[in-house]
């Protein structure tokens, strides 16, 4: 994940020098202008995507792909999914390597706990930040 959010700092970078105009908040990700605004997120940014992302991506998709024997391909493929399916063009590829990771998470422990909580963890952490301003 630290690579994941040093990579999309990186890309923000270069945009930004190339004189593109970049908001300081990506597509679809929060704008956390209170504490109100904060408390509202947690629920779906935290819980609520997490867990649904991950059954889907790493316990479907990925799960299904790797009983048939596509092990590789499930992680690419589900990865470039999990990246493209945030509609945030700048932050694809950072969000596919997030992929990958969650996706070597899920098939070294054969659990979607440890899937779940590292990207609920990642989630809460962004959302924190955010508040914080940075």
Partial sequence: ???SALSLDFIMQIL??????ISSTAVGEPSVFSLHDYL????????IAPVSEELFF???????????????IGVVFTSILFGAIHLNPIAFFSLTMAGVMLAGVYLRTGSLVAPIVAHATNNFLSLTLAFFGY
């Fill in 1 to 3: 994940f630290a690579f």
């Fill in 40 to 47: 509202m997120f947690i629920p779906s940014y935290v819980i």
């Fill in 16 to 21: 930004h020098s190339a004189g593109a105009d």
């Fill in 58 to 72: 790493r316990g479907y998709a990925l799960g299904g792909l790797s009983k048939r024997g596509y092990v590789n």
